[in-house]
């Protein structure tokens, strides 16, 4: 088995995007692909990482979206093994347009982990799905937030997440999102 890899110039440093034949299987803001493979299933972590420079047009989707095109990432296949819960926890990230967010109590329920009024546990799940993403931006886990509005975790550092945020966030005369 091995990964195609490719690292992108964006305004929050670098970003790599590793993919199978599967599609994308990690990404994140590193510019190193060992550091995302890492964290990846075994067969992948023993993959060979052969640079590419736009796999699956990955890269091309990405920069669409770091450019405005804000659904560009919605037709990428994600490619990343989970249990139940958090497979469904992701599913229902990839719901989440751009420009919204979603608390993770509301992720807990969107995914069925469990009841939104009566189960605090579907939060918890929600969280630890978010925390085992290794699909950074194409599953838009910068989109949950604290019961309050705060922004709660992010991997890849608060000020990305703040940053995302702003970049989707709808603007005067922006109806459509």
Same mark, same amino acid.
């Not at 989440?96 to 979603?102: C, D, E, F, L, R």
């Given at each position: 088995? #091995?990964?195609?890899?490719?690292?992108?110039?964006?305004?929050?440093?670098?970003?790599?995007?590793?993919?199978?034949?599967?599609?994308?299987?990690?990404?994140?803001?590193?510019?190193?692909?060992?550091? =995302?493979?890492?964290?990846?299933?075994?067969?992948?972590?023993?993959?060979?990482?052969?640079?590419?420079?736009?796999?699956?047009?990955?890269?091309?989707?990405?920069?669409?979206?770091? #450019?405005?095109?804000?659904?560009?990432?919605?037709?990428?296949?994600?490619?990343?093994?989970?249990?139940?819960?958090? =497979?469904?926890?992701?599913?229902?990230?990839?719901?989440?347009?751009?420009?919204?967010?979603?608390?993770?109590?509301?992720?807990?329920?969107?995914?069925?982990?469990?009841?939104?009024?009566?189960?605090?546990?579907?939060?918890?799940?929600?969280?630890?799905?978010?925390?085992?993403?290794?699909?950074?931006?194409?599953?838009?886990? #910068?989109?949950?937030?604290?019961?309050?509005?705060?922004?709660?975790?992010?991997?890849?550092?608060?000020?990305?997440?703040?940053? =995302?945020?702003?970049?989707?966030?709808?603007?005067?005369?922006?109806?459509?999102?």
């Amino acid at each position: 088995m #091995h990964l195609h890899g490719t690292t992108l110039t964006t305004p929050l440093g670098p970003f790599t995007l590793l993919v199978d034949g599967g599609g994308v299987c990690a990404a994140g803001f590193t510019g190193r692909a060992e550091t =995302l493979q890492r964290r990846l299933d075994p067969q992948r972590r023993a993959a060979t990482t052969r640079p590419a420079d736009d796999p699956d047009g990955v890269s091309s989707a990405m920069l669409a979206y770091l #450019h405005g095109e804000l659904d560009a990432l919605e037709g990428l296949t994600v490619a990343q093994p989970g249990d139940p819960p958090q =497979l469904a926890a992701w599913q229902a990230l990839r719901s989440v347009p751009a420009g919204q967010t979603i608390s993770y109590r509301q992720l807990g329920a969107l995914a069925e982990l469990a009841d939104e009024d009566t189960d605090p546990l579907g939060a918890q799940a929600a969280g630890a799905a978010c925390a085992r993403n290794n699909v950074a931006v194409v599953v838009p886990c #910068h989109r949950v937030l604290r019961a309050d509005g705060r922004l709660g975790g992010y991997l890849w550092g608060l000020q990305r997440k703040s940053w =995302l945020l702003r970049h989707e966030a709808p603007r005067d005369g922006d109806e459509d999102r």
